[in-house]
Nanobody, 128 residues
């Protein structure tokens, strides 16, 4: 059974930083891209950043470029998201997710319909 467990969310002021961590298990990570999605109130779930393969090639959505950094450790089965320069529009529930590499779609910016596994999410609240 697959498990993805997020941690590191919380409240922060504008311009602050948070580091989200995801520990995953129960699936063959060589077959999956693993990354972070978010869902703000009243909005669709959207990709933030994904690690696409074992070489560490990664995708960043436009709002995450230059502010967020994804890192991974395949041995420890972790994927972390360092978020700097947080803004109020970064407020959302952040989800760790895994998508089949052979059917990559959501992890490169398309709607999050093909995600195979989801974590339960962690709330990030950015206040001014």
């Amino acid at each position: 059974e697959a498990h993805l467990v997020e941690s590191g969310g919380g409240s922060v002021q504008v311009g602050g930083s948070l580091r989200l961590s995801c520990v995953f298990s129960g699936f063959a990570f060589d077959d999956f891209a693993v990354g972070w999605f978010r869902q703000a109130p009243g909005k669709e779930r959207e990709v933030v950043s994904c690690v696409l393969n074992n070489d560490g090639n990664s995708y960043y959505a436009e709002p995450a470029k230059d502010r967020f950094s994804i890192s991974y450790n395949w041995h420890k089965k972790t994927v972390d998201l360092q978020m700097n320069g947080l803004r109020p529009d970064d407020t959302a529930v952040y989800y760790c997710a895994a998508e089949l590499r052979s059917k990559i779609s959501a992890c490169v910016g398309n709607p999050a319909d093909n995600i195979f596994y989801w974590g339960k999410g962690t709330l990030v609240l950015v206040s001014s």
